[in-house]
């Protein structure tokens, strides 16, 4: 059975940076996409990246582009989100997930297994 373990959140002032990581267990990593998304309270629940099975592609929203990387270690079976000069905006629940499918997708409901998230808050 999949399971998706986030760690990293925490609380930082604007324009500071975290990691995020996220650990699969129950399947190999390698084989799923893998994406992060975020939900702030009474919000939907937004793409924030995600990054090919191989590592070699990656998808971002508008929002982070530049200041977010997603990357992963498929060795040590292990896909991050490096978050870099936050702004309040970026409060939220972050989660990882995972799709069977092969391509990135921006689509939550694309998505197959979700992790329990971890808190991100950014003050000002």
């Known amino acids: 059975q999949v399971q998706l373990a986030e760690s990293g959140g925490g609380l930082v002032q604007a324009g500071g940076s975290l990691r995020l990581s996220c650990a699969p267990s129950?399947?190999?990593?390698?084989?799923?996409?893998m994406g992060w998304f975020r939900q702030a309270p009474g919000q939907e629940r937004l793409f924030v990246g995600a990054i090919s099975r191989s590592g070699g592609r990656t998808l971002y929203s508008d929002s982070v582009k530049g200041r977010f990387t997603i990357s992963r270690d498929n060795a040590k079976n292990t896909v991050y989100l490096q978050m870099n000069s936050l702004k309040p905006e970026d409060t939220a629940v972050y989660y990882c997930a995972f799709r069977y499918g092969s391509s990135n997708s921006d689509s939550a409901r694309a998505y197959d297994y979700w992790g329990q998230g971890t808190q991100v808050t950014v003050s000002s």
């Open positions: 129950g399947h190999t990593f390698s084989s799923y996409v």
